[in-house]
C-alpha cells in the first residue's frame, strides 16, 4: 500500500498524526506479538523478528503489509496531481494494490481520476468537501471515504450553535473561510445553509473569505466585527493548499473580543491552538473558566461512543496501544481514520483471494457497496454508499478546556 501525506504542512504535524494510525495497524498486522517488545526501552528494530506472521481471524493466508510512504505536495494550482500520476504508473512494478490519501480534498479530486483509470483503491481518511460525493461512476467505484463529509460535519456544529443560542436572540455571526478551497467553500456553504434557518435568533455579518492572505490584509475585517459585537466566529481554513490559512486561523484564535466563542471545523483542530491559548493565559489574557473554542471532528480519544472509555473495544485497544506508542492523548481523529482505513482493506484480504488490484477493486465493490456489508472500527461501524461516502459518519464536538489536574490546555469531550 502507499500512503500520502503532506509532508510540510503544519510543520509535519499532520502527517505525523496520520501516519501514527497506519503505523500503529501496521505493527499489530506484522508482528505476531506485540509482548516480544519491551516499551520501557528504545525499540531496537533489528531484534523484531518473529517466528510467525500475524494473520486476521484465524485466515490460512498470513497477511504482511508493506507501505510506502509518499509526500503530497499540496498544490492547488498544478494542473493535475504528478504524485498520483507516477503512483498510478509505478502501481504494477511496485506490486501496489492501494493508496490511502490524500489528505486534502483538492488533491484527492485531482488524484482519483488517475487512480480510477488504473484500477487502483483510494480510501480516503481526511478529505471532506462535498464535491467528492458526486463523482463520475468510474471514480466512485474506486473510492471509499472514511471521514465524515461537510455535508454532515457542518450541519452538526450548526445544530449545536443554535442548541447554545436557544432563547437569546440577534447574535452576529462572522464566518472566515477560504473562498480558492474547494473544501472550505463546501463547508461554509452547508454551515451557513444551516444557520440561516434561524434568522430571527442570527444576524449574519460581512464574511471574510480570504483566510489564506497576509495577516495584515484581514485584520481590518476583524476590527469591523470586533466594532460590530461578533458574538460566534465560524473559522475554516482549508487542508493546506495555500500556507497562511492556518496561522491565520491562530491568530484569531487568539483574540479576546468580549467572551466571543469561536466555531471550527476539522481542519482547525490542531495543537497549535492549544500552543497558542496557553500563550496568551501566560499574560493572563484568556481566563481558564472563560475560554470557548470548539470544532466538529469525527474522533476524540474521549469520545464517548469511540474513544478510549468507551464500549468499543476496538477504539479501547486503540487508545492503550497508542498510549504506549506516543503517548496519551497523542492520536488524534487524522490517526484513528488513517487507522480505520487499513482496516477495511484487511477485512477484504482475509476473506477473499487478491492478487491484484483489480481483484481488490472488484471484491471492495462486492463487499460494501453492493452487499451492504459493515466492519466494526476505532470510529464505530463502517458501512458505504455506492459513491463511497459512509453512511452515518461520526461526528464529535471537542472543545478547548483547561486540564486543572495537568495543568494544561487540551481538546477534549
Known amino acids: 500500500m502507499a500512503v500520502v501525506v503532506p509532508f510540510y504542512h503544519n510543520q509535519g504535524n499532520v502527517a505525523s498524526e496520520i501516519l501514527r494510525g497506519i503505523a500503529q495497524i501496521q505493527l499489530q498486522i506484522n508482528l505476531q506479538s506485540f509482548e516480544i517488545i519491551s516499551l520501557g526501552k528504545e525499540i531496537n528494530l533489528d531484534d523484531i523478528k518473529p517466528e510467525k506472521i500475524f494473520t486476521l481471524n484465524n485466515t490460512d493466508s498470513p497477511i504482511v503489509l508493506k507501505i510506502l510512504i509518499v509526500n503530497d505536495p499540496n498544490n492547488l494550482y498544478a494542473p493535475y ?10 502501481a504494477p512494478q511496485l506490486n501496489l494494490i492501494f493508496i490511502i490519501g490524500h ?3 483538492e488533491m ?25 460525493s458526486h463523482l463520475s461512476g468510474g471514480e466512485s467505484l474506486s473510492f471509499f471515504r472514511l471521514t465524515t463529509q461537510d455535508s454532515i460535519n457542518a450541519t452538526q456544529l450548526a445544530h449545536y450553535l443554535t442548541e447554545r443560542l436557544s432563547g437569546k436572540n440577534h447574535k452576529k455571526v462572522a464566518i472566515i473561510y477560504n473562498k ?13 445553509k444551516c444557520l440561516e434557518q434561524y434568522s430571527e435568533q442570527l444576524i449574519f455579518l460581512k464574511e471574510c473569505s480570504y483566510i489564506s492572505e497576509k495577516y495584515y490584509q484581514i485584520q481590518a475585517y476583524l ?9 460566534i ?11 497562511n490559512s492556518l496561522d491565520n486561523a491562530g491568530l484569531i484564535s487568539r483574540l479576546k473580543i468580549n467572551n466571543c466563542l469561536i466555531a471550527g471545523s476539522a481542519t482547525f483542530y490542531h495543537e497549535n491552538v492549544l500552543h497558542w491559548i496557553h500563550e496568551q493565559s501566560h499574560y493572563n489574557l484568556v481566563n481558564q473558566n472563560e475560554c ?32 504506549q506508542l506516543w503517548g496519551e492523548e497523542n492520536l488524534t481523529w487524522r490517526s ?62 471537542v472543545a478547548v478546556k483547561w486540564n486543572a489536574q495537568q495543568s494544561k490546555w487540551q481538546w477534549t469531550i
Not at 484527492?108 to 467528492?132: D, F, P
Not at 476590527?223 to 458574538?231: P, S
Open 180 to 192: 480558492n478551497s474547494s473544501y472550505s467553500t463546501s463547508y461554509r456553504n452547508t454551515i451557513k
Open 103 to 105: 489528505y486534502s480534498s
Open 81 to 90: 496531481s504528478q504524485t498520483a500520476e507516477n503512483l498510478a504508473n509505478l
Open 336 to 397: 484513528a481514520t488513517a487507522f480505520d482505513s487499513v482496516l477495511i482493506i484487511l477485512r477484504i484480504l482475509e476473506q477473499f483471494d487478491i492478487s491484484d488490484s483489480q481483484s481488490l477493486l472488484i471484491y471492495m465493490n462486492k463487499y460494501f457497496k453492493e452487499d451492504k456489508k459493515q466492519v466494526k472500527g476505532v470510529t464505530g461501524i463502517i458501512q458505504f454508499e455506492k459513491n463511497g461516502d459512509r453512511i452515518n459518519p461520526p461526528a464529535e464536538i
Open 233 to 243: 466566529i465560524i473559522i475554516i481554513p482549508d487542508g493546506g493548499i495555500e500556507p
Open 108 to 132: 484527492t479530486k485531482k488524484a482519483l481520476n488517475l487512480y480510477s483509470q488504473n484500477g487502483l483503491i483510494l480510501v480516503n481518511s481526511s478529505s471532506t468537501s462535498n464535491e467528492l
Open 223 to 231: 476590527e469591523d466585527i470586533k466594532q460590530n459585537g461578533v458574538d
Open 292 to 323: 470557548q473554542i470548539i470544532a466538529c471532528v469525527p474522533w476524540h480519544w474521549h469520545s464517548k461512543t469511540n474513544g478510549c472509555n468507551s464500549e468499543n473495544q476496538l477504539g479501547q485497544k486503540f487508545c492503550q496501544l497508542g498510549t
